[in-house]
């Protein structure tokens, strides 16, 4: 069982960043896919970000939604089992609860089969 932990939500004004983590419990976390979803009240949840392992076989590793390219970046560190989300100048639409999550397998493709608690993220106009 993977147990993914996020931090570094909190409140910033439109235009400031934030960066997220994820720490995952399983030493096989360099293995698997991690994703970022994002989910705003009264919303579907979004599919926002996301990065396959050093071994999958995808030619583009990282996922990006349109919404948010050019402003937020997803990259992980092994050693650490952590997958992080940089977001970089906030809007109001950004408002949501992120939620980390670990792929069944390499790809960021894949299934997501475990899930953190989320952390809130509010931007202030």
């Known amino acids: 069982q993977v147990q993914l932990v996020e931090s570094g939500g909190g409140l910033v004004q439109a235009g400031g960043s934030l960066r997220l983590s994820c720490a995952a419990s399983?030493?096989?976390?360099?293995?698997?896919?991690m994703g970022w979803f994002r989910q705003a009240p009264g919303k579907k949840r979004e599919f926002v970000a996301a990065?396959?392992?050093?071994?999958?076989?995808?030619?583009?590793?990282?996922y990006v939604a349109a919404s948010v390219k050019g402003r937020f970046t997803i990259f992980r560190d092994n050693a650490k089992a952590t997958v992080y989300l940089q977001m970089n100048r906030l809007q109001p639409e950004d408002t949501a609860v992120y939620l980390c999550?670990?792929?069944?397998?390499?790809?960021?493709?894949?299934?997501?089969?475990?899930w953190g608690q989320g952390t809130h993220v509010t931007v202030a106009a």
């Open positions: 990065i396959s392992s050093s071994d999958s076989s995808d030619d583009d590793s990282t």
């Open positions: 399983r030493r096989t976390f360099s293995s698997n896919a």
């Open positions: 999550a670990a792929g069944s397998g390499s790809s960021w493709r894949g299934l997501y089969e475990h």
